[in-house]
């Protein structure tokens, strides 16, 4: 048992009687004191716990304001229709918090060194406590653990408590729902609040499946892919000659088709496009050295075209455009790479699974063909654009 007190508006005095430490927290929360807020925090501090006698803990010590503070009853506060600047509480510590859509609460009154306090969302919508808000008065701002605001989301509930020394309330714990929940299934996820996808991430919820659906859009990702000459095969008409040459100082080996300078030779090349090819215009580069005797800057034209086939097409079908690449020759047993092709687009309407097929002529009779001697080709490099989504299984 324990003395009875009674607060006179400036100290706590001793009246006859006698009461548990339970009566006490009791007898003040049900106080309605006549002048607004006569008994505030501060009082309860200074009241003399260490006389008090009750049954709380193993000694029947009653805990003090502290324990006041942190064993009262749950709380429910009026439903928020607002965004709350120093927000004024009361006294507790478990308030039980709704909103009446997604709302920010910038800072607290009452807070005083040792006052600390639950705070647990019960609504449906999101409740979001400021960091450091200038909305809130200085002594009323929160200080979150990771200098960032903290969303409370429905059944979220965070510790705060009042830092005497930084004047700041501190937000030192908060729970997160454990679990995945979909809500508002079937809902674009990119237009929840704070969850944001950016391109070319997209989301949605698939409600039937219970689950989350993530995909990537590609877009612009071009592809590259090699032919070397002794792939190719040289025309049975005018076709180039195909030679072996192990150059003297390190023995680097190549094979490469010759070119006349005179007369207008060609190659040919199968190529099979992968499922992600879309079926667009394609570009070229060509590897080529000069023949002995040409001269630097020497033009070169080369002419480039393609076809598809389709099962059951005829093979022997017209090719596409021509395309022609010029280039110039910079010294004898250089590697020479050409410019990009302008774009070549394929003849014959390309399909998936169709077989692509390329010839490459050099085109002396053009007036930018200024070198007589012959030319050596000794590879390519296409380059293609990549669909926007995954391929088919076969």
């Given at each position: 048992m324990s003395n009875l007190y009674q607060y006179n508006g400036k100290e706590w005095i001793e009246i006859s009687g006698s009461i548990t430490g339970e009566e006490v927290v009791k007898k003040i929360n049900d106080l309605e004191p006549i002048v607004a807020k006569q008994i505030d925090f501060q009082h309860?501090?200074?009241?003399?716990?260490?006389?008090?006698?009750?049954?709380?803990?193993?000694g029947g010590n009653f805990m003090g304001y502290g324990a006041y503070d942190l064993n009262i009853k749950s709380i429910t506060l009026g439903q928020i229709t607002a965004n709350q600047n120093n927000y004024?509480?009361?006294?507790?510590?478990?308030?039980?918090?709704?909103?009446d859509a997604a709302r920010t609460i910038t800072g607290f009154e009452g807070g005083t060194e040792g006052?600390?306090?639950?705070?647990?969302?019960?609504?449906s919508f999101n409740i979001t406590i400021a960091h450091q808000s200038a909305s809130s008065g200085a002594i009323n701002r929160v200080l979150s653990e990771t200098g960032a605001n903290v969303?409370?989301?429905?059944?979220?509930?965070?510790?705060?408590?009042?830092?005497?020394?930084?004047?700041?309330?501190r937000l030192v714990m908060a729970s997160t729902s454990s679990g995945h929940t979909i809500r508002n299934a079937g809902t674009d996820l990119t237009q929840r609040t704070g969850l944001n996808f950016l391109a070319p991430l997209t989301a949605t919820d698939d409600a039937a499946g219970d689950e989350t659906e993530i995909s990537v859009v590609r877009t612009g990702v071009y592809r590259t892919f090699s032919i070397k000459a002794?792939?190719?095969?040289?025309?049975v008409t005018n076709g180039a000659a195909y030679v072996k040459e192990?150059?003297?100082?390190?023995?680097?080996?190549?094979?490469?088709?010759?070119?006349?300078?005179?007369?207008?030779?060609?190659?040919?090349?199968?190529?099979?496009?992968?499922?992600?090819y879309n079926l667009g215009t394609v570009k070229m580069k060509l590897y080529w050295d000069a023949g002995v005797g040409a001269s630097n800057g020497d033009g070169v034209v080369f002419g480039i075209k393609a076809g598809a086939l389709s099962n059951d097409d005829a093979i022997d079908a017209a090719l596409g455009t021509e395309v022609t690449v010029t280039d110039a020759v910079i010294a004898v047993g250089d590697l020479h790479i050409t410019p990009a092709s302008g774009a070549i687009t394929i003849g014959?309407?390309?399909?998936?699974?169709?077989?692509?097929?390329?010839?490459?002529?050099?085109?002396?009779?053009?007036?930018s063909d200024?070198?007589?001697?012959?030319?050596?080709?000794?590879?390519?490099?296409?380059?293609?654009?990549?669909?926007?989504?995954?391929?088919?299984a076969w």
């Open positions: 309860i501090k200074n009241f003399p716990w260490h006389l008090t006698k009750g049954t709380g803990g193993d004024a509480t009361g006294l507790g510590s478990w308030f039980r918090i709704s909103s006052r600390g306090f639950l705070l647990t969302n019960v609504g969303v409370l989301i429905p059944d979220d509930s965070a510790w705060i408590f009042y830092d005497n020394t930084t004047e700041r309330w002794g792939e190719m095969e040289p025309r192990e150059y003297a100082t390190n023995d680097v080996n190549l094979g490469y088709f010759l070119f006349d300078g005179a007369t207008s030779e060609g190659i040919q090349f199968i190529w099979t496009p992968p499922d992600e014959g309407t390309p399909a998936l699974g169709d077989m692509v097929v390329f010839q490459i002529t050099r085109n002396p009779a053009d007036a200024t070198m007589t001697e012959d030319c050596k080709l000794i590879g390519v490099s296409i380059q293609y654009l990549e669909n926007s989504v995954e391929s088919a």
